[in-house]
């Protein structure tokens, strides 16, 4: 490198460069040292200096750490630069922006999920029910068998989650169980028919899985904010609530968690809503 005496215009001292660039005076002694963005001058004090054309380097470097490629692959790349290089660096990392962009939509639409589960987690009132009507919703349902036994139960509950993360489905809203009106329940307990999995309808065109899509329609609703202990009781509930407002029950209620593990400790604090489908007679 050029020695100088003072500072040349048109040129920038580490700390004014560093300061330009947004990023602390050691990375850029770091770039230094490995060999990836030396400064272009150096003064006779040991002073370096940048030109301004060495800002689109610095930001092609950092544009590359942001796609997570290694330092010592840029200097690679550094040390053996040319356009057409350059330009095929761009366009195989052009792609991969792409999956990225994909990726944190994906990862938006699930935060936002779980955040609309749980503000109606947290503004539920336990053992309150109301007529909710639900626009068309999609549902990857699997069958069970089982009974009330809990590691029955809980090695379904697996099969499924295993079956969700085989099609690639990771959905927001915690698994679900079906319970027969007929005969899904006795004087004490209540059984699932089937487990599902509801799905962003954004996600549903991203999975090989069977997809069954429930056209819109109303359903009575209650929540227990006490757990899973008051369903067996809320299921009755929801029958007479429907019988004494003229409603036609379905043939299933829903059963979806809205507040669960990741909120309390303790499962008599969960938060789960029971959904019956109705209709007018």
Known sequence: MRKIR???????????????????????????QIGILRPELTGD????????????????????KELDMPLSYIKKFLENRSPSSFLALLKEHNSQIDEKIA??????????GKIGITEEGMTAVHGDIAIEHRPEEY?????????????????????????????????PYVTGGLIDVSGGYDESDYRYSYLYTKLNPEDVDYTPASITVIPPRDYAVIY???????????????????????????????????????????????????GLPVSRS
């Not at 990726?103 to 936002?112: A, G, P, T």
């Not at 969700?164 to 990771?170: D, E, P």
């Not at 008051?230 to 209620?253: K, Q, T, V, W």
């Open 6 to 32: 003072k500072k040349p215009k048109g040129y920038f001292t580490t700390g004014e460069f560093a300061k330009l660039c947004d990023v602390k005076k050691q990375t850029l002694f770091h770039y230094d």
């Open 45 to 64: 004090n040991g002073y370096r200096y940048y030109s301004v054309y060495q800002f689109d380097t610095y930001n092609t470097i950092a544009m590359l």
């Open 103 to 112: 990726e944190l939509q994906w990862l938006r639409s699930f935060v936002n």
């Open 224 to 274: 227990s904010t006490e757990g899973f202990g008051p369903i067996r009781s809320m299921l009755d509930r929801l029958l007479d609530f429907a019988r004494d407002n003229e409603y036609s029950p379905g043939d299933h209620f829903f059963e979806d968690v809205l507040l669960d593990s990741v909120s309390y400790r303790s499962l008599d604090q969960f938060t789960v809503k029971l």
């Open 139 to 171: 549902y990857i349902f699997t069958e069970y068998s089982g009974g009330a036994d809990g590691i029955d139960e809980y090695a379904a509950f697996a099969d499924h989650v295993a079956h969700c993360h085989q099609n690639q489905i990771y959905s």
